[in-house]
Every structure is written in C-alpha cells, then in structure tokens.
C-alpha cells in the first residue's frame, strides 16, 4: 500500500497499537449507550444509516480488510454479514442497498454488539499470537481506527436527523451541552495571506488518507480569511433580508433546490429556537451556524460581499494553527461562541470542488476505493466539527459532501481577494 | 349512528363486553410477544405499519372514539399520541405521515404498551363505573374491538413483509405450521346457482360494518363456482406456462404492474421454496395460492378459461357455508390444503370494485371516515385468512384492496357462467 | 367474431359502407384543417396524443385488422408505420412508447396524409374490387369507422389540453361557439324510477361495441335522476363553499390528488373565465360544468346531498330518450346551456366501475384488446359530449376513463334514492 | 460592464459591428433551413430546447439586453415573448419553464422568423441611426454575437438527440460528411510540459466571457498531454474489455449513473453503426470519439491507465497551436479523424470542476447571471466541437456540462503526470 506514506512502525511503536484499537473501539460503543435498541435500528434517510448498522460496518471493516488477510484459518464470524455491512466496497463483493438497511430489524442489536465482541478477541489473537502478520497489516489497522472514528461522527449525525423527524423532538443527551453563558459574538476580523507559492497536502510520515497526498505546491494569490465562523445571529440577518427569496444571491442549481425543497432556514432551526442533540433549546446568536448546505453557505457569502475560502487558502490559513478545539470527547456535540479556532465546532465549507491532487494514486485492493472514486461533484470541508473525535483531525483532512447535504455539522467562514 | 343497525344492547348482554374487550385487547398483545422492540419498530414499505403503531392506534381508537365521549374529566393520554397514532381520520385532526411511521424510535414499544394499560385501565373504569355512559358507547367500544381485529391481521401481514425483506429471512414464529402432509389436491368440481334475484348484504342485529348494509337485492345469472381455492401447484402450471410473460392474459394496468415491478411469480415464492411467518419452507403444491395481486389472479383466471366471481356470487355461494376454518386461532399463520371452505386460508379476490350497496350511509361523525371512503379503485375480498381472527369474519364482510397488492393473504376461487 | 352479435350484411345493406367510411375519413381531416403542422405534432402530455398520430393511428386501424385480412396480395405501406401507430395492440406487435409521441417530427403531418390516402385508396379497392373479401371483414370495418369517430373526439380533447399549456392561449377556432344567450338555468327536476328487474346493454343488430353486451337482467332499487346536467353556477357555489378544501366531502383518493394536484376549481376555468377551443370566455354559470375529474363530481354531489348514478340507473333512464343534442356536428365544440338530454354536451360521470357484464366475451383476436383489457380502476360514463360524433352514440354506450381525468368533457347528473 | 475586459470600439472599428451581426444572424437561419415547422418545435427532452425557442431566444436577448436600453421609445415586440423566450435570466423576470418549450405549436416558427426580421431591423435602426447609443451597448452587442453562436452549436445538438429518439432515424442533412477515407490512426504521441508557473485564463481586449477572466498565475507541475483525440477505435477496445461492467473502473457516481440508465456504450453508437446529423453510417474507427459523459471519458482513462487533463494542463498545451479545425462552417457536422488539433471536432472534457478564477467577478446586471451562476457540480470542456462557429473558439474558452450529459459532441484527450 504504497500509497499512505506513512510508516506504520514508528507510529504503532509509539503507541501500543492495541491499545489504540481498543479505545476507539470502545469509544463507539459508549456513544450509543444511550440508545435503545429501537433508536439503534432506524434510517431517517438513504444517506444517514442506522446506529445498529455503523457498529457493525466498522466492525466488518477489520474483518474484511485486516483479519481476512492476517489471520490464519480465518472465516467469517457470519457469512451473511460479509454483504450486510459492506458499504460502498464494489472489490469486495455484493452489498445489501443502502437505502434497505433501516429494514433490519435482525441481527439485533445485541447480536452486532457480539460480532463486536469476537472482532475485538480475534483482533486481540492477532496483535498478541501473530506479531508478525500484525506488523504486516499495520497500515490497515490504523486506516480501520480512523474509518471508525468517521463513524463515530456519522453515528451522531444520522441519529440527530433521526430524532429530528420524530414529532416528540427527543433529545440524545439531555446534559450534551454546557450551561450557555449568552455572549456577544466578537467582530470579525480579516487575516492577511500574500500571494505565493503553497505546499498543500499532507506531509510526515503520521497517518493520513491518500486523498491528502500528496504534498504538493500550489500557487495563491493574495487574499484575507475571517478569524471566525459566522454564526447563527448573522445567517439570521440573511433569512431576514429575504436571502431565501432572493435568487440572484444563489448558485443556480442552489436556488432550484431551495425552491424545491421549500428551504427557509438552515436545518434544524425552529421558530427562535434550535434542535440539538440535548433536544430544543434557545437560538443563541452568539453560536456558529451549522447544518448548512454548500448553496446555502455559498449564498450568504455572497450576500455578506464577500466568498467563500478554497481549501488551499484555509490550508495556509490554518497549517500552523493549533489543532485543539471543540470536539466530540467535549461532550457538547454542539457548536459553541469562540473565536479563532480553525478546528471543531463546524466543518468549514470551501469552494473547491473534491477532486485529485497532483500525483494522486489511490490505495492499492479494495481499501482504494475509501476515497478517489468519489471525486466529483462533491465540495471539500475543512476542520471537523464538535462531534469529530479530536485526534481524527489535521489541517491537511479533506472532508467531502455533496453541495445539497445539510445533515452534517456544516459550517462557513468567509474569505475575500486581498485588495 | 343509525347507519349500524345491530343493537349492542342485546349483543354485549350476551356476552360481557368488558370481558370480550379484554380478551381481544390481549390476543392483540399475545401476538407481539415473539418480538423484540427492533421487530415492532421498523416499516418496510408505506403500505404497511410498524407494529408497535398498531399497538397505538388501536388503542387511539378506543381513547378517541370511546373514552372522550363517555369518560367525564377525559384528557389524553399523552397529547402528541392524537397525531401520532391517527391513521386516516381527518374530521379528528393532524396525522403524522403514513410513510414516516417507521420513523418514530420514541415512543418506545414499552411506552406504547403503557398506553395501552392506560386505556385498558380507562374502559375498565368506564364499564364499572359508568354504565349508562358505557351502554350509550357501545355501538363504538363494539367497532373498535372489530378494527382491532383488523389490526391483528395486518400485524402479522405487515411484519411478515418487514421479514421478508431482510436478507436473513428470519421467522416470526419457527413453530407456525402443523406438520407438513403432503397431499393431492382434489379435482376442483363445480357448484351450479340457478339464476335469480338474491338477498345481498348483512342482516340482522348482529354487528356488521356499514360497508356490509344495508341488505338489498341484486339479479344474478345463473353461474358456477368452484369447491376450493386455487393451490400453489395449479399457479405453478401457469408460471411454467409462461403466464407471466403473455401479455393477453392480463389486464392492460396489470400487464404494466408486471413489467414494471419484474413480477415472474407470487410474492414470497422462492426457487422451489416459500417464505412464511414460520420461515423458509419447501413450496407445497396442495395449499392454496396467497400473495396474490388481483392482477396474477385475473390473469391465472383467464388463463383458466375461468373468471374470478362476483361479490355477489361469492356471497350467494357462501352464504349458508359454515364459518369455521383455518383462522388465526390455529395457530399456523399460513393456508392449508384442503377443500369446501368458504372461510379462512385466504382472502377471495372478487371482480367486484368496491362500490356503496344501494342506500348506503356511511356511520355518522369521524368513524364514517372508516369505510366509505375508500370506495374507489379498490377490489373486494371475501372470506377471511389465516391471519383473520375467527370471530371476525362473516359471509357479508367486505374487506378490499387495491389491485396491485400483494402483501396480504390474498388468493382466489374460479368462477363461471352456468352453461 | 361472434362477440359482436350485429347483422353487418344488413347493416351495410342499409347505408353503402365505403360511402360511409370516406364521410367518417372526411370528417376526421376537416378535423385538422385548422391546424399547423405545429398543432399536429406536438403531445402535451403521456394520456393525450399528437393530431398527427390520431391521423396515422386510426389509418393504421384499417391497415392492420381490414386490408391484411383481406386484400390479396397486401403489403404494408410503410413498415415502420406499423410499430409508431400501434397503441395498444401487443397481440399485433411492438408499440412506439406512448409517452414518445410527440417526439416524431418525422413522418411530417403530410406524409401521415399520404398514408391515409393511400389506406382510402386501398379500402375503395377492396371494397370495389373485393365484395367477397369486404363482406368477410364487413364487422371490422364498422368497427374501424367507430374508432375513428372515438379518435374524432380525441383529437379535440387532446388539442384543446395542448392549446390550454400554452401561454398565449390560443384558440382552435374563433368562430366555435354561437353568440351566447345568457340565460337561468332551470331549477332541477326529479325523475322518479320504481324499483323492478331492468334490462341493461345493447340489444339488437345494429352496431355496438363488445362490452356493451350481452344485454341482461339487473335489479334496480327505486331511484330518482335528476333532468339536466350540472351548471357552471352551481358548481361555483361548491367551489365557493370551501369544497376543494373539505376533505369530508372527498374520497380519500380523491382528496389525495387535489392535495397533490393543487386543484382549487375544475380545470380550464380562469378568475370569471374558462378555456374552450374558442379560446378564453367569460364563465357562463347557466353552462353545464365540465372537464371534472370523478373525484370533484363525486365530492360535489356529496356536498349537494345527492349522488352520482350507477350506470344501469343512467342507461334505465336514458333508454328511450332521443339522443340528439349537442354532438360535434353542431360545431359548438363547447356544453351548451339546456334541459333534459341525456346526451351530447358532457360525458356523465357514473358511480359504476368499469366491469364485464355477466357473460361478457371480449372480441375474438386482436381486436379483442379494444376494451376488455382496460376493465380495472376505471369509471363508467355515458351519454357523450359536444365533441363526440351524433352517429356515434347510443344509449347502451359505455365510456370509461381514471377517475383523476379531466381533459375529456366529463360532467354530472345527480342521482338518488328514491324516499 | 467593466468585468469584460476588452475594448469594443476597437473591435468594433476592425469590422464593421452590423455587419458581423447580421452574418451570425444569417447563419443561424440557415441552419433552420432543411428544416421542417414539426422538427422546430419539438423537445425531446428538458435539457434540449426545439430549434423555433433558439430561434426566438436568441433574438430576445438582443431585444432584451440590447434594444430595450439603447433604442428610444422601445417597446417589445410582443409581451408575451418577454417570458416566453427567456431562458434562466431571473433579473429580468418570469421565464416559461424549461421542460414546457415543446407545448408551444404556437407561435408558429414563421412567427418566430418574423420576430427575428423585427429584431434584426430594429438592430440595424440602431446601428445607423442611433450610433452613440449603439456604441454604448456594444459590449452588450458583442456579448449577443457569440451568445447566438453558442445557440448555434446547441441547434444542431439539441435536433440530433431530437431525432435520435425517431425510430426513423431521420438526417438532418444527408450530404453533411465528406467522403469518407478510412485510415489508421497513429499512435498516440505524448507532449512534455515542465513544471512552473503558468498563466491561465484570457488576455487581451478581444472578447472573451467573464469566466476566462481573471488572467491569473497557477503552479502546474510537469505533466504529459497527448497529441489527439481518443479515437472510437479506441474506445471500442474500452467497450470490448468489459469496461461498462466494470465498476473499479469508474467514479461511484458514474457507475450509478451506468447502471440506473443502462449504459453499455457511447450515445448514438448501433451495432457497428453511428447516428450522425447525416443519418446512419459505419462506426468509424479513426475518428474521435464523440458524445461521452464525463464518467465514461473518466473511465476511459482510468482504463487506459492515464488521467484526463485539467483546464490549465490543456489551456497551457494549446495556447499556442493554431484554431484552426474542423467547426461548423466546414458543413461536415461530425468529427475527423486526424492528428495535433486542440480545436474543434469534439469538446475536451478535463478533470477540472468548473469554478471561479481567482478575483473572478460576474458581468453586471442580469448578463452577469450568464457563466457565474452554474460554477457548482458541472465540468470544464475546452477547444471546441465540429458544430462550434470557428470564430466563437479561443485558447481560454471555458465551456461546461454536467458530468452525466452526452448529447453535446463530447470527447476527450489523455494526460499523465510526467515521469
């Protein structure tokens, strides 16, 4: 797997491997604790799945792709499962359809919790009896932790859609958020890059997908990028000027789905107040707005006399800044008031399309088909959100949804050309 | 509600009404019990509902229909079960979307089973403490036993699909069906009504449904109609006939339902096999075909040189049939081979749309909404099923569905004009 | 074809035949003299049809089931004629999708008329040349000229919906309807009908189509009809009493698509005016009301406390009414303000749903999928309309359309129970 | 207008402006000669418009953005045309809708031509009488001359696909390719392009689109572009190796989009036959390959294991070469086999989404709604097709496509990262 440029011993002999696995593992299994084995089977929608369903794909993601190949006398803990959880792998073999899997009413959620169980023994069997074979799929290993990390965010995001649709407005976690301390959102303010010379994309020898590599230079003109996010009592200035009524202001593929789609607000925006994962509270101004579409952050720029960043321009911006931020082990899951962090809270909509950097070579067997063969119409994001796990991020991490998706914790920050 | 012209005063001194409800109350519950709150959550289709709604709903009934008209210092339950659990009765308010029924985590199935006691609790109060508003009622406390009698079919007919289509094809029940007698079906023979002018409808002070009433006349030629219903291995002969693929044995409308939706054979036929509520099973040539749409059954009716029987004729014919069969209470959940029986199995498609008999008047306020209704482009159905509870069916009854479906136990019976 | 039980020897003997079938081909073609080329090729949507493809497909009528059949020595005109116009005949091959019509700018309208020259001058052939061969598929040819007086009427209704899609609202023919005569309308009268053994369908040998047949015995309780149509003026009174928006007063079908449809008022009427092949005109309240789909005639009869006729009550008293009225022959194109006919003006929606009388037999071959084939979720309605053909009406006449159609001149008589 | 950054008095002192207005205009009606009324007014699907709506279009946007502001006393020709014939300009207000340009039998395309005489006399009233106003909207002037020629190509494009759905399969003119000479292609040969910074984007006062605007620096790094086009010889071993059946080969959106519409191979291609404006001929090995979606272009490369280029690899390769080739005006209408050419034959498509330039900033008023407002989910194409006028083409031309479209005279050329 020449492609992840890495070098899995270093990494692995810094951190006991199967320690890491082991954390994350149980990582995921915590945020789904507070649900019930109901919560845990139902799909709002063909692009959100089903939290009984990412249990049991990541799982089926070390089964497949590190335990089939390392282990010997491997088989399958259950054949079925093999298509069950296969997501989008063509390589692999068949899938059961995405839009079918809040159908599955079995395996219960106490069965997936079992495959869990025997991934982890036979992953435990694999680090402490076959040393060698584990060193062998290092690599895979660690994409697997970080492909669960991915899915502890969409466990979170699919489930508030989920319990958005429900009439009741049930919350997840009632004490998801801390206690809100009103504040005035401070001006913002414009950072000054000058024209030159960039080197974008991933570099070290510290995990990364390939979809960031590799390194290479790109060249920017000058421009200035706003020291925070916009937040929800400015996108309020845009619903109240009629930005959802005024068509000059949008893409036009953005208006024809805000018309279609009756659009009126951002998602989740309810008259004065809000629905989160801790249920309905209060709109807080001074918070960064977040489930936006790309037409949407892309029509308030507009509206706001300024644009969008591309992801080269927050890349420079944000390559020395620190990493720290409101994420998921906050326990928010929720943005919050700040300033200047360029990480956590929302994803940061760009205005590049996701497409291939320079060079680009996909993973090699069917672990290639994570990232590359999604490369078009789709928008690159930026700096993850309050429910990414913290040590998943990097300046360099190129997230991607399609300019419609507004079930994520999407946000915007502002750029504009240098004058 | 002049329009149900029973007397419930003579019927519920016959037997206890009180008693009568509970015990339907728990059979409904008694049906539910093999499954796990994932089973009672999930829809597959919006034609069909998720268990745990039915258990709502029929409790709505009672609570809407019975308990706020005769209970003093009524409230609701719980205000948001008003939309949720209401399926189609606009004269009483908001409905949550049928199609987003399987959306619903919360209420959980122990919240709903709560509400059933609750309303359980309520009629009990009712019927001890207030009898004269008890007897004023109970034309409706009778209805809504009889709606939660449909409510017993449809959660198996509903929860069978829901199985169906999980790749894993489970069973509700692995203990469903008798042991297997493999039997010749007998030679179908025929029975010969005369021609003649025939008492159509329900009579007497019985409860019927307004659909049924009010009795009234109708010529019928002089016909024929055959001793038992259509068995799987006759069905066969028209799949291997090429019945499937011959467009001038269908209706213009199935014939485009059948290349549309790739139709080859009935629902739940497998490869030489049979999916039932007790599992995957051998496919038994002797037992009568089910899952059939009006569509198949028009069209193995032609291909029979036969034709499907009017409502009319079905009812002339069953008339004075006994009314004993293969019903819920069986056990089996599935049709038996087996001869003469006018009444359960399946389901008996009619060429009859469903049309108000003369003078029909639908039942006064939101339950007239029950049937009348629905008295376009659907088809009747005679008989009962498997899954009909015994003390539900009559030979006036009318059941109907639109000619595409599928999912109920829905079979057929020939017909012919005398000779 | 024994099914259709008229003498055509006589019949024929009566009238010359080719005399008849060039008035019938006239008349279609004087039809299109006011149309463009433009007009004649383009299809407003999937149910209704290009002018030029009636042209072509009642020509293609007498090729296929009369000139094959009995001209020696036959030769398609063109081949590819023989799938582009075919509707629905999958006994006689493939078909040209339907909804594709109006994608053939090729053959030219004037290449269509070549054809049907060539197909008169063919049919003189036979019938000059052929006397033999013409007496054998004499039956054919009556029922080739009755389905070209059924495309007569398409081709207006179908136009009159394409013109109606065009902003500019162009008329068919200035000069269609005569200088209007305000006038009331009669206060509606009651026709009262003793219950008694009635005798339905066509009787004797005059031409009728096969699902008019055979004539039979139904019993019809006591009922009372109504001796006009319903106007303009009283449907406004429905429309202004909130009628599009009380779904108390639909069928729940009905009230589906007029939630989905957005329909407020019958389709062509505009703010005090209406849409007619004369183009826009003031709305004329003493009218009879037309283009109603089924679901607003059954909902308008609901609110005026009556309701709709079966068909064998509306054939009961229509049976030995004249039928002349206002046929396409008067060249009013347009319902006419009046009493008492039963036919002409607007096609009357009955409650009966299409369905094979007792001992129906559809055509033997080809011909046979005229109508039988269609005998499922659609209404019966009767009496014809200002553009239906005089010649081609009769008592015994069975229409049938979905009950969500609008674009024919459907209207309503009212019906009801005899007190 | 200050975004187009060229100066038109120069231009329009180089060649007389009426008179190259005037020529555009001749030669868009003669494309409409061999035409029928039938062929211009259909669509044959919402992506295509009938050539009567280019006709009008075209003349209402000189009316439009031309007459009404520089002619005195202005009033449209017909209201109605004002909504009519406007495509996507939301500034200027209502437009009829897109899928709904083939209901319009009328106006008549005689009534179109008859608008355009009207616009062209008016222009020409400008021109001579009102010269200072004239110059003042000459950019607008400008802007309408190639916005025609762009209608131009979409003339022919739009009647391909239109009569590509006539099983007839109709020409558009039967003479349009030369005399066909088969020859073998040559290999393919690979320029070299060194790493650097590179100018991208139009330069110049000559005309150009505001979305070839800014000029602007990219770093490109070293990269090879081959020197013709991928012939359907070519693709035809693409075809023969499975390459439709193979989902490792493409984007997931392609494959979705292969399997959901059934693809096997290009648009228009028949078993070893083409359909071509001149009708059906042989597949032609050594010409290029035409009418490809973005996806199969993709796959395409994937296959052959190179990539396709960017829109700054290309703009850099063909900066210099000659724009010379094989447009419009050589009558052919199909694409040449041949060698070295960037222009003409068949659009490019690149790997690049189609995004602002950097400092990008739209035309001002409702012409500023021409290129900026689709900058989301479409690709670049570059150099031109054989229906492309030869004077519309330019180095820096940006054009765009969805990436699923196939009706435009779609091609592609290979690129690799150097070695």
């Known amino acids: 797997m020449r492609s992840m440029r890495y070098e899995p011993a270093r990494l692995i002999g810094q951190v006991a491997p199967l320690q890491r696995y082991l954390a994350v593992r149980a990582q995921t299994e915590r945020l789904a604790e507070p649900l019930s084995a109901e919560d845990c089977a139902l799909q709002s929608m063909p692009d959100a799945s089903p939290t009984k369903w990412h249990l049991g794909h ?79 799929v290092a690599n895979l290993v660690e994409l697997g932790i970080h492909h669960e990390q991915q899915h502890q965010e969409l466990i979170l995001t699919d489930l508030k859609h989920l319990l958005s649709r429900n009439p009741l407005l049930p919350a997840y976690r009632k004490e998801t958020r801390a206690a809100r301390q009103e504040r005035q959102s401070p001006q913002i303010g414009w950072r000054l890059f000058p024209e030159g010379i960039r080197q974008i994309g991933h570099e070290g020898r510290s995990f990364a997908f390939d979809n960031e590599q ?31 009524a005024r068509a000059e202001l949008w893409l036009s593929e953005g208006w024809d789905a805000c018309v ?81 962090q360029y990480f956590g809270d929302t994803w940061e909509w760009t205005s590049s ?43 360099s991490y190129r997230n991607f949804f399609p300019a419609s998706a507004r079930w994520q914790f999407t946000g915007m920050r502002l750029a504009r050309d240098a004058r």
Chains 1, 2, 3, 4 share one sequence.
Not at 268 to 296: C, I, K, N, Q
């Open 58 to 136: 990541t799982s089926w993601f070390f089964e497949t792709f590190v335990l089939e190949h390392a282990l010997p006398d491997f088989s399958p803990y259950r054949a079925e499962f093999r298509v069950l959880f296969n997501s989008y792998y063509v390589g692999v073999g068949p899938r059961h359809p995405r839009h079918e899997r809040g159908l599955l009413s079995r395996p219960s959620v106490d069965e997936v919790l079992a495959f869990r169980r025997n991934v982890d023994e036979r992953m435990e069997e694999l680090f402490t009896r076959h040393p060698v074979a584990a060193q062998q």
């Open 214 to 244: 590799p390194r290479h230079r790109q060249f920017l003109a000058a421009f200035e990028i706003s020291d925070r996010l916009v937040t929800n009592g400015e996108f309020k200035q845009f619903v109240e000027d009629g930005g959802y």
């Open 260 to 340: 279609a789609r009756k659009w009126s607000r951002p998602l989740y925006w309810r008259d004065g107040e809000l629905f989160t994962l801790g249920g309905v509270v209060p709109l807080d101004a001074a918070e960064p707005a977040a489930h936006l579409s790309y037409y949407e952050a892309d029509a308030y720029a507009r509206w706001a006399g300024a644009r969008l960043p591309t992801e080269a321009e927050w890349e420079t911006a944000a390559r020395d800044e620190p990493t720290s931020g409101n994420f998921l082990e906050s326990g928010r899951l929720h943005p919050m008031p700040g300033t200047g």
């Open 353 to 395: 399309a996701y497409a291939p950097y320079p060079g680009f070579r996909p993973a090699e067997g069917a672990v290639g088909e994570y990232n590359g063969k999604f490369m078009v119409n789709q928008q690159v994001l930026r700096g993850g959100s309050c429910v990414t796990p913290a040590a998943h991020i990097r300046a």
